[in-house]
């Protein structure tokens, strides 16, 4: 089956950049998605089509795309991007929607 | 404003059933796919079923094809979610979703609140 990769966890410090990644078994490569969920709360979409940002979200958030990887930036963190991030993408020969397993942002 | 308000969560039985709705707001229905998106405690976000903005198309998850079925009523602004033969592994909030784009396929703008399914004797 399709599978999206995550790191389970990214650590940074206020201010500096985070990049979160996410990596596709294969080609053809969807666009890629973000959502950003906090402890208790929905998911929130950070991020759309490898780097389409949706009203209402920072501009310290980015999207970019190589190859099979597409890569969430959040450039400048606050604490209050602590949160779980998740990749989201379709398998051309399966389902429209695929999540990766997430990752978990720290902010030290 | 667009509001998704799911409803029908609670405690089911192994091997019995449970019907969630979520009820529509704030834009144009039938012009929109819907899913439904899950995450057992602790774990990570889980598609389940998704159906196309004229309910002609559905999708099911390996995890759920053949125990669930999605239909949506346009008339009424709703998506449901008919669960049968419920599993222990089925414990989780439900999530209902809307796409971002209208008459495509593609990622999720909008969300419920979830609502929480219980599945244990």
């Known amino acids: 089956s399709y599978e999206l990769t995550q790191p389970p966890s990214v650590s940074v410090s206020p201010g500096q950049t985070a990049r979160i990644t996410c990596s596709a078994d294969g080609l053809p490569k969807q666009y890629a998605h973000w959502y950003q969920q906090k402890p208790g709360q929905a998911p929130v979409m950070v991020m759309y089509k490898d780097s389409e940002r949706p009203s209402g979200i920072p501009e310290r958030f980015s999207g970019s795309s190589s190859g099979t990887t597409v890569t969430l930036t959040i450039t400048g963190v606050q604490a209050e991007d602590e949160a779980d991030y998740y990749c989201q993408s379709a398998d051309s020969g399966g389902s429209p929607w695929v999540f990766g397993g997430g990752t978990k942002l720290t902010v030290l | 404003e667009v509001q998704l308000l799911e409803s029908g969560g609670g405690l089911g039985q192994p091997g019995g059933s449970l019907r969630l709705s979520c009820a529509a707001s704030?834009?144009?229905?039938?012009?929109?796919?819907m899913s439904w998106v899950r995450q057992a405690p602790g774990k990570g976000l889980e598609w389940v079923s998704g159906?196309?903005?004229?309910?002609?198309?559905?999708y099911y998850a390996d995890s759920v094809k053949g125990r669930f079925t999605i239909s949506r009523d346009n008339s009424k602004n709703t998506v449901s979610l008919q669960m049968n033969s419920l599993r222990a592994e089925d414990t989780a909030v439900y999530y209902c979703?809307?796409?971002?784009?209208?008459?495509?396929?593609?990622?999720?703008?909008?969300w419920g609140q979830g609502t929480l399914v219980t599945v244990s004797s």
């Open positions: 159906i196309v903005s004229s309910g002609g198309t559905t």
């Open positions: 704030g834009f144009p229905f039938s012009s929109y796919a």
């Open positions: 979703a809307k796409v971002i784009t209208s008459g495509q396929l593609g990622p999720f703008h909008y």
